[in-house]
């Protein structure tokens, strides 16, 4: 199985897992996300699975899939953090939105509509409102 780099480093190595996995459960806490919520982020992973990445994220090897969903995350929560002040910010995600992409709704039910699109498109709408691409 072919994989991508990143400035040398594998996309699903253990190096690069372990961070994202900290990094993510960090702002799902922030977020105050459910564990189901927390699990469908990361693209539905069973239950047994979660729990033993939550009790020892240092030896996990995240697929692709994964790792991306985490990015589009990371890349959510900074630009939360730049456009608000640090509780709106946090809070941003469960209140709800007028934006078109949200119809009224908050932005993490289009975040867990499941597909990697929902959240890289959030991304790209709060890149856009910062003045990002």
């Known amino acids: 199985m072919e994989t991508a780099q990143i400035q040398g480093k594998k996309l699903n190595s253990p190096g690069l897992s372990g961070p994202a ?27 047994a699975t979660y729990f033993r990445l939550r009790k020892d994220a240092e030896a996990a090897v995240l697929a692709r ?20 002040p640090e509780k709106a910010a946090d ?14 709704r908050p932005a993490i039910e289009r975040m867990l509509a499941g597909n990697v699109v929902d959240l890289y498109q959030v991304r790209q709408y709060l890149d856009g409102e910062r003045g990002g691409w």
Not at 65 to 84: H, M, N, P, V
Not at 91 to 104: M, Q, R
């Open 21 to 47: 996995l900290r990094t993510f459960f960090n702002i799902a806490e922030a977020w105050e996300l459910t564990t189901e919520e927390q699990r469908k982020l990361l693209g539905g992973m069973p239950r």
């Open 65 to 84: 899939d994964t790792l991306e969903r985490i990015s589009y995350i990371l890349g959510i929560y900074k630009a939360l953090q730049i456009l608000l």
């Open 91 to 104: 809070k941003w995600i469960k209140n709800p939105n007028t934006a078109s992409l949200f119809g009224g």
